[in-house]
């Protein structure tokens, strides 16, 4: 596995030289844990957005968007739990003056006894070949028991501390662990402190005793709050889901991951609301959904897994993470809740407002339940950048860096390149590109040596490089060359538009 570090080195610095992502106020040195997204970036990002929410409000009929402020009623935070319970438990080492969060500090020793478990794994899988069965393997070896033994014992203990808010006791288990500060190596480590995540701001036309606001954490408050407005003016019938994405803000205690863990940050979040006592059929409908919508993309199985909870929000009776295999490790990208009522009840509570549906099918009124499926935009651009960024090294001795994107989220889908700037080359080109761009985003360009030119390409992912030469004027059909597998082949002119979609 590349180290952490490593790996936010070269992805940061490549997101960076080719103008997908920078560092927010770079000109004034920065700002912690901000980003901004450059013209490919934001490329990227936009199809992703896009590609969800097709998938959700297009081949879903019973799932429509909304678009939310960021601003709302102070009292929606009340009624949610985010301004009482809305906190990471923070710990600092005294040596390094570095903070941590105390849950993650456990969960990354956790995830090293995994570590040891997956090794056992590989060396039998070489000691045994192809005979290798891995469950037997599992169920059997002393040690893999053992160390599985440690793991459940842990997650037990860590799951009950967390529920039980103990803060004393997630110190004393970091104590116990012998957990050391990654920095000064010491177990030097101050109490743990409860530390709200929310941003608060001021807002002149609110009274005096109530004029603070946050900054939304979550998109979903906008989709609850608006339940009743979408349900009615869309004459909507249960079970239905409202889709949004936007922005939202949380004051991260730990902040050196790139756009992992963001202090602003954009979601995209769907709520489903359905019938009490089918929302758990509901829940592991839209599990198998979301990862559906992963594996579309083409990203192999093996780098998702789901991770269900342990510690269950208070708002939830069943919570699972959809997981990515980033290059430091599995971590979440997406969460999927069940809600149970507990949104709606609150805000029907705190505004005084009947928040119920009349099921006409079972002549009853309720409040419904709620199934929520969140997503990550930025922490899946990186799930997707990272999994793209490739270093090969090529027969000729040679290195190339080359972004394997997913063909639809490509900043551009192709470019057209004239061999030569002349005999007429670069016009041919140009009018072939013009010809693209109402289908596709086409790049023009003839800068530089057609190689030069096609690492370029490589390294903002651009699927198709069209290259247009001599025998081009001669019978109108051009080279098509492939970013993956470097390969080229002649089409005719008349032909790319169809074989651009088809490939
Ligand atoms: P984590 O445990 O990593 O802090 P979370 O469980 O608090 O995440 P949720 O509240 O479930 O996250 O938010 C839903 C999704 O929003 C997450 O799966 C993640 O993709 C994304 N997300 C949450 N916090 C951040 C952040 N600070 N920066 C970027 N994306 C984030």
């Given at each position: 596995?590349?180290?952490?570090?490593?790996?936010?080195?070269?992805?940061?610095?490549?997101?960076?030289?080719?103008?997908?992502?920078?560092?927010?106020?770079?000109?004034?040195?920065g700002l912690s844990a901000v980003y901004d997204y450059g013209p490919n970036g934001v490329e990227l990002k936009n199809n992703i957005k896009n590609y969800w929410w097709k998938f959700?409000?297009?081949?879903?009929?019973?799932?429509?968007?909304?678009?939310?402020?960021?601003?709302?009623?102070p009292k929606i935070w009340k009624a949610s739990g985010h301004v009482d319970a809305f906190n990471d438990p923070l710990i600092d080492n005294k040596d390094s003056k570095k903070r941590?969060?105390?849950?993650?500090?456990?969960?990354?020793?956790?995830?090293?006894?995994?570590?040891?478990?997956?090794?056992?794994?590989?060396?039998?899988?070489?000691?045994?070949?192809?005979?290798?069965?891995?469950?037997?393997?599992?169920?059997?070896?002393?040690?893999?028991?053992?160390?599985?033994?440690?793991?459940?014992?842990?997650?037990?203990?860590?799951?009950?501390?967390?529920?039980?808010?103990?803060?004393?006791?997630?110190?004393?288990?970091?104590?116990?662990?012998?957990?050391?500060?990654?920095?000064?190596?010491?177990?030097?480590w101050t109490d743990v402190r409860q530390f709200n995540l929310m941003f608060a701001t001021k807002m002149g036309s609110l009274s005096e005793e109530s004029d603070v606001i946050y900054?939304?954490?979550?998109?979903?408050?906008?989709?609850?709050?608006?339940?009743?407005?979408?349900?009615?003016?869309?004459?909507?019938?249960?079970?239905?889901?409202?889709?949004?994405?936007?922005?939202?803000?949380?004051?991260?205690?730990?902040?050196?991951?790139?756009?992992?863990?963001?202090?602003?940050?954009?979601?995209?979040?769907?709520?489903?609301?359905?019938?009490?006592?089918?929302?758990?059929?509901?829940?592991?409908?839209?599990?198998?959904?979301?990862?559906?919508?992963?594996?579309?993309?083409?990203?192999?199985?093996?780098?998702?897994?789901?991770?269900?909870?342990?510690?269950?929000?208070?708002?939830?009776?069943?919570?699972?993470?959809?997981?990515?295999?980033?290059?430091?490790?599995?971590?979440?990208?997406?969460?999927?809740?069940?809600?149970?009522?507990?949104?709606?009840?609150?805000?029907?509570?705190?505004?005084?407002?009947?928040?119920?549906?009349?099921?006409?099918?079972?002549?009853?009124?309720?409040?419904?339940?709620?199934?929520?499926?969140?997503?990550?935009?930025?922490?899946?651009?990186?799930?997707?950048?990272?999994?793209?960024?490739?270093?090969?090294?090529?027969?000729?001795?040679?290195?190339?860096?080359?972004?394997?994107?997913?063909?639809?989220?490509?900043?551009?889908?192709?470019?057209?390149?004239?061999?030569?700037?002349?005999?007429?080359?670069?016009?041919?080109?140009?009018?072939?590109?013009?010809?693209?761009?109402?289908?596709?985003?086409?790049?023009?360009?003839?800068?530089?040596?057609?190689?030069?030119?096609?690492?370029?390409?490589?390294?903002?992912?651009?699927?198709?490089?069209?290259?247009?030469?001599?025998?081009?004027?001669?019978?109108?059909?051009?080279?098509?060359?492939?970013?993956?597998?470097?390969?080229?082949?002649?089409?005719?002119?008349?032909?790319?538009?169809?074989?651009?979609?088809?490939?």
């Open positions: 596995m590349v180290s952490t570090e490593d790996f936010f080195k070269k992805i940061t610095s490549h997101a960076k030289e080719y103008g997908f992502v920078f560092p927010s106020s770079e000109l004034y040195d959700m409000t297009q081949m879903h009929e019973n799932i429509v968007g909304i678009d939310s402020a960021v601003f709302m009623h941590y969060r105390a849950d993650v500090l456990i969960e990354d020793h956790i995830a090293k006894i995994e570590e040891k478990i997956n090794k056992e794994v590989a060396k039998a899988q070489k000691r045994f070949g192809d005979g290798f069965n891995m469950e037997q393997f599992l169920a059997t070896s002393e040690r893999v028991k053992g160390y599985q033994a440690q793991i459940d014992d842990l997650r037990k203990r860590f799951a009950d501390l967390m529920n039980a808010n103990d803060l004393k006791g997630l110190k004393d288990l970091i104590i116990e662990l012998g957990i050391v500060c990654p920095i000064s190596g010491s177990r030097n900054l939304r954490p979550e998109t979903a408050q906008g989709i609850f709050v608006n339940y009743l407005n979408v349900q009615k003016t869309g004459r909507m019938k249960i079970p239905f889901g409202i889709a949004q994405i936007g922005k939202a803000f949380r004051n991260e205690i730990v902040a050196r991951q790139f756009i992992f863990r963001m202090r602003e940050f954009e979601q995209m979040e769907m709520e489903f609301f359905c019938r009490p006592g089918t929302e758990m059929q509901w829940f592991e409908y839209w599990k198998q959904e979301r990862l559906n919508w992963h594996l579309s993309l083409g990203i192999p199985k093996e780098k998702y897994r789901y991770h269900d909870h342990e510690k269950l929000a208070h708002y939830a009776n069943a919570a699972t993470d959809i997981e990515f295999e980033f290059p430091f490790g599995f971590k979440e990208l997406e969460g999927i809740h069940s809600r149970t009522d507990f949104d709606l009840k609150r805000h029907q509570e705190y505004s005084g407002k009947k928040i119920q549906y009349f099921d006409s099918e079972i002549n009853e009124s309720y409040t419904p339940y709620c199934v929520e499926t969140s997503i990550g935009l930025d922490r899946t651009f990186l799930a997707v950048f990272s999994y793209a960024y490739t270093e090969e090294k090529l027969e000729d001795g040679s290195q190339r860096v080359v972004l394997k994107l997913p063909k639809i989220l490509a900043p551009y889908r192709c470019a057209v390149l004239p061999l030569v700037n002349k005999d007429g080359l670069p016009e041919k080109a140009k009018q072939i590109c013009e010809d693209l761009r109402s289908s596709f985003r086409t790049h023009y360009e003839e800068k530089d040596t057609i190689g030069k030119r096609y690492r370029r390409h490589d390294a903002i992912g651009t699927p198709f490089c069209i290259t247009v030469d001599t025998q081009t004027m001669e019978d109108e059909s051009v080279t098509v060359r492939h970013r993956d597998t470097m390969q080229q082949e002649r089409i005719h002119i008349s032909q790319l538009k169809n074989y651009i979609i088809e490939q």
